[in-house]
């Protein structure tokens, strides 16, 4: 798997290492070249649902009942930890402990909040210089 600032964020994130491989070789596939942005990758990999990038083994095995009970218990099991992710992804990205509210401009990652966004100078997400920071108020 590459090794690049974009990959990096994204398992900072929190997105599992198999997801960001299926993205990266999707995109190369299509497009013929890798991320140049987290944001593109992370896209990417809420766009996929890994139903349609099997391989070829996992196509040719007919499931019995019991794995389709497992697959439907892991798929509720993705799911939680889809939704996990997802809660998690609305705090600080230093700290952790608050909820995200500053808005890092060029880059427009939500990304901090108001304690550690004073004192930040690079996005912790994608790592451009940050400009300006603008605080959000989401509902």
């Known amino acids: 798997m590459e090794s690049s600032a974009v990959v990096d964020g994204a398992k900072q994130m929190g997105f599992e290492e198999k997801e960001i491989k299926r993205a990266i070789t999707k995109n190369m596939k299509e497009n013929g070249k890798s991320f140049s942005t987290l944001l593109s990758l992370v896209d990417a990999i809420l766009a996929d649902n890994g139903d349609d990038n099997t391989s070829s083994e996992e196509q040719s095995e007919a499931p019995t009942a019991p794995e389709t009970t497992l697959t439907f218990n ?44 004073k004192e930040i100078t690079k996005c912790p997400a994608c790592k451009l210089a940050v400009t300006d920071k603008v605080h959000s108020f989401i509902a």
Request: aromatic share 2%; net charge neutral; charged share 25%.
């Open 74 to 117: 892991t798929d509720q099991q993705s799911t939680a930890s889809e939704l996990q992710r997802l809660e998690m992804a609305r705090f600080c990205k230093i700290c952790r402990q608050k909820e995200a509210v500053v808005v890092l401009l060029p880059c427009g990652h939500l990304s901090c909040c108001d304690t550690c966004g």
